[in-house]
């Protein structure tokens, strides 16, 4: 539904969606790194049809963890971080987005959106990517499962997808 609405929205702005490309991930992945970790499996490539595209970004990501995990997000285009807060200081984290598991039982989905100008040539071919932390105790952080991973009907086993749209300048 994301995608959809973002291809509305660029339609309705009077610009052209003029590809789109995405990856979906089924399976699991756990970190507890205090340092930023590519999530594997939630990067894309995208290569320019045209001069001065802008590329639309669209996460949708089914999170769950240890209790009292705080997750940060980050987006990346190549290995430069393209969005992030700055209002941040000491020691606040700058992230693109993130979020609080609440319950090791429980798993939650949160979506991103981000529309980028980046600088190429046409037929450079642009990678983008998700990293993500454990901004506090190093936390587990889980996608698309629970930390608890119960064999259990209330362990709910998601799905995760990035999805890239050039849109005309």
Known sequence: M??????????????????VVSSHKVDAFATTSSSLVDITGMSRTITPTAASSKININISLHVGGATGAYVAFYVLRGSTIITQGTNGSGNMTNCAFGTLITDQDRTQSIAY????????????????????????QSREFCLNRTAAGANATYSINGTSTITLMEVAA
């Open 113 to 136: 959106n981000f529309l980028d100008s980046p600088s190429y040539s046409v037929g450079d071919t642009l990678t983008y990517k998700i990293q993500v932390n454990s901004a506090y």
């Open 2 to 19: 994301l995608a959809a609405n973002a291809v509305t929205a660029a339609k309705s702005s009077g610009r052209k969606v003029l590809q």
